[in-house]
């Protein structure tokens, strides 16, 4: 059989999950519509109709394989064959020890990549309600911005009702508005990172009464109003915005996103009280984002309290922070082993609207989405990778190992990851086993999806 003769796969959604999927399974030689509904239908968080476009942060976070989670996740998707990882590698701009891309850049290529296809044709407009019947191949890959009436649709179907949680944007700067006669450039502990120098963060310093007035600003400040039905909606606890941290204590910010520890002015030589850090967010180095400074401040609010921020006086935003409903479904319930709707297999799930929170751990489970599509289209038997895997870790909580009565959205953590077997660890202090006992987790994960990816019968391009 070829391709000509194997009927496409819809994927409905062109973000990270949706463009991964799609990727997937035209390497896989099976032919792909992908339907993104922008620009026909906006969303409350994007700005443009690129495919695969970052609405928060341009962090992927740490790109460390052998003592993070996420950077195991990182390293298997480049082994898998990832676009989303290729074109973060491509745009990647400083950031120390994490990976961070050039917003647009990275949009740009990942939009090329897959337009330029001969498997893949992209349909604009929204797939309102449940797929057509004769769609009997459907990967739903919508996200957390879902369009009410898929989401309605499907909550009619399973009887389920959909989970939501509230997400928050940070501001970006114009570096030339950054006062570098008050602020510094340098990464936490000077750590490099993979293209980094170990000045990769701009820092801005804060003395403690400088802090304490910016906190009683922060305390005193007006907020997005919510509609009703949005009032019980509550926070991802990984993004939070800085209000909702500071209500929780005076001291919070000195040991979130403002932590001094690591970080030396140079003009004093000491550690200030306080430091608020910025990330570079493209490649030309023209723009910077605040980090962890997700906000649901008022636009005006935001500018008068930032400029306090010394450094930041007379700063210009490209864009300030901004809060959007995400929508996630109670996935431990609704979904098989291969992310199929128990209650219509001919549609998958994929993305953060399965429940998964990040940019890496949605695009993963598009990955995933879209190799067991092709081999369900080609014929092939469908096995998850090892749950030793950061993939197989992930997939297999969001699909039975969580708790359906709590479920909330996870980033990927050893702790999802089954524990190394018995005399793996050799003896050593406390610190040095945990890095051991990381590292040769690492060391599994890695080996494992290499031997699963080996075993897969699908045709690679």
């Given at each position: 059989m070829t391709y000509s003769d194997i009927p496409p796969v819809h994927v409905i959604g062109g973000g990270l999950a949706g463009s991964e999927a799609a990727w997937q399974l035209a390497r896989a030689q099976v032919p792909v519509i992908l339907h993104e509904m922008r620009p026909i239908r906006a969303t409350d968080a994007h700005q443009t109709d690129r495919l695969a476009e970052l609405v928060c942060s341009n962090s992927f976070r740490s790109d460390d394989a052998e003592g993070n989670a996420v950077g195991i996740l990182h390293a298997e998707m480049r082994i898998l064959g990832s676009l989303v990882m290729a074109a973060a590698d491509t745009n990647r701009v400083p950031a120390g020890s994490a990976l961070a891309v050039d917003r647009e850049g990275f949009a740009d290529q990942v939009s090329k990549t897959l337009a330029d296809h001969p498997l893949i044709e992209i349909v604009r407009g929204e797939v309102a309600g449940l797929p057509p019947v004769d769609w009997d191949n459907v990967i739903v890959a919508t996200g957390p911005l879902t369009s009410p009436d898929l989401s309605q649709a499907i909550i009619n179907l399973t009887g389920k009702e959909n989970l939501a949680f509230f997400d928050a944007i940070a501001p970006i700067v114009h570096a030339e508005s950054i006062d570098m006669d008050i602020a510094w450039f340098q990464s936490r502990y000077d750590k490099p990172g993979p293209g980094g120098t170990g000045k990769d963060y701009i820092n801005c310093p804060m003395d403690e009464a400088q802090f304490e007035a910016f906190i009683d600003a922060l305390l005193a400040a007006e907020q997005v109003d919510f509609h009703s039905w949005e009032t019980n909606t509550p926070y991802f606890e990984?993004?939070?915005?800085?209000?909702?941290?500071?209500?929780?204590?005076?001291?919070?910010?000195?040991?979130?996103?403002?932590?001094?520890?690591?970080?030396?002015?140079?003009?004093?030589?000491?550690?200030?009280?306080?430091?608020?850090?910025?990330?570079?967010?493209?490649?030309?180095?023209?723009?910077?984002?605040?980090?962890?400074?997700?906000?649901?401040?008022?636009?005006?609010?935001?500018?008068?309290?930032?400029?306090?921020?010394?450094?930041?006086?007379?700063?210009?935003?490209?864009?300030?922070?901004?809060?959007?409903r995400n929508t996630f479904m109670n996935s431990p319930c609704l979904l098989d082993k291969t992310l199929r709707l128990k209650a219509q297999p001919r549609m998958r799930f994929a993305g953060q609207v399965t429940g998964v929170e990040g940019y890496v751990e949605s695009a993963a489970m598009g990955l995933l989405a879209g190799r067991f599509a092709a081999a369900e289209r080609q014929?092939?038997?469908?096995?998850?990778?090892?749950?030793?895997?950061?993939?197989?870790?992930?997939?297999?909580?969001?699909?039975?190992?969580?708790?359906?009565?709590?479920?909330?959205?996870?980033?990927?953590?050893?702790?999802?990851?089954?524990?190394?077997?018995?005399?793996?660890?050799?003896?050593?202090?406390?610190?040095?086993?945990?890095?051991?006992?990381?590292?040769?987790?690492?060391?599994?994960?890695?080996?494992?999806?290499?031997?699963?990816?080996?075993?897969?019968?699908?045709?690679?391009?």
């Open positions: 990984s993004c939070l915005p800085i209000e909702v941290m500071v209500s929780r204590g005076r001291e919070t910010l000195r040991f979130g996103p403002m932590k001094p520890v690591g970080l030396t002015d140079p003009r004093t030589g000491t550690r200030a009280h306080a430091v608020v850090q910025l990330r570079q967010d493209n490649s030309l180095g023209t723009l910077f984002n605040m980090v962890g400074f997700q906000t649901k401040l008022r636009y005006g609010r935001q500018k008068e309290i930032f400029r306090t921020i010394p450094g930041l006086e007379k700063a210009e935003f490209a864009r300030l922070g901004g809060i959007h014929g092939e038997s469908v096995t998850p990778p090892p749950a030793t895997t950061a993939h197989g870790a992930l997939l297999a909580h969001v699909t039975g190992g969580a708790n359906e009565e709590s479920f909330q959205p996870m980033n990927v953590n050893f702790g999802l990851i089954p524990p190394l077997e018995d005399g793996a660890l050799e003896s050593a202090k406390r610190k040095e086993r945990k890095k051991q006992r990381r590292r040769l987790m690492s060391r599994r994960a890695l080996s494992d999806i290499a031997v699963w990816f080996s075993d897969t019968p699908l045709a690679a391009e």
